[in-house]
C-alpha cells in the first residue's frame, strides 16, 4: 500500500512515517518500479506498534532501541520482551499518578460545590 494508505491504517500522519523511517525505527519498506514506496501488512502493525508505543509515552531513544533489536531477529525476543515490560510498568505508575491527581480535583471540585450551595 501507499504511504497515505499506511498513514491512514497505522494512525500517524506521512511526515511521522518518513521521519521514522529516516531514524531507522521501519523494517525495510519495498519502493515500486517509479520510486514510491510500498507497505506492507507487516510495515503498518509495526507502524501501528510505534504510533501506540508514543503516543503512550516512550521515549524515542527506547523506541530505536527496541527497533534495532527488532531489526536483529527472533534471538532478541527476550531483551524486547523485557523493554515493554518497562514500559508497561512506567504506564501504572503514570496511570497511578493521575489516579491521584483525579482523586484531588474531584475534592476540590466537591469543595466547591459546597461552596455554591
Not at 519502493?31 to 506498534?49: A, M, Y
Not at 508514543?54 to 531483551?79: H, N, V
Not at 518497562?86 to 476540590?108: G, T
Amino acid at each position: 500500500m501507499r504511504i497515505s494508505e499506511a498513514a491512514s491504517a497505522s494512525g500517524l500522519n506521512v511526515d511521522t512515517i518518513r521521519f521514522y523511517e529516516a531514524k531507522g525505527l521501519v523494517p525495510k519498506v519495498t519502493r515500486s518500479s517509479d520510486g514510491q514506496r510500498r507497505f506492507s501488512q507487516e510495515n503498518v502493525d509495526w507502524l501501528t506498534l510505534l504510533y501506540w508505543l508514543r503516543a503512550s509515552g516512550m521515549p524515542m531513544k527506547i523506541m530505536q532501541r527496541f527497533a534495532e533489536l527488532y531489526a536483529q531477529g527472533d534471538g532478541t525476543i527476550a531483551e524486547r520482551k523485557a523493554i515493554l515490560m518497562d514500559h508497561a510498568q512506567r504506564l501504572e505508575r503514570r496511570r497511578d499518578d493521575l489516579d491521584r491527581c483525579e482523586d484531588i480535583l474531584n475534592r476540590k471540585l466537591e469543595i466547591y460545590e459546597a461552596y455554591l450551595k
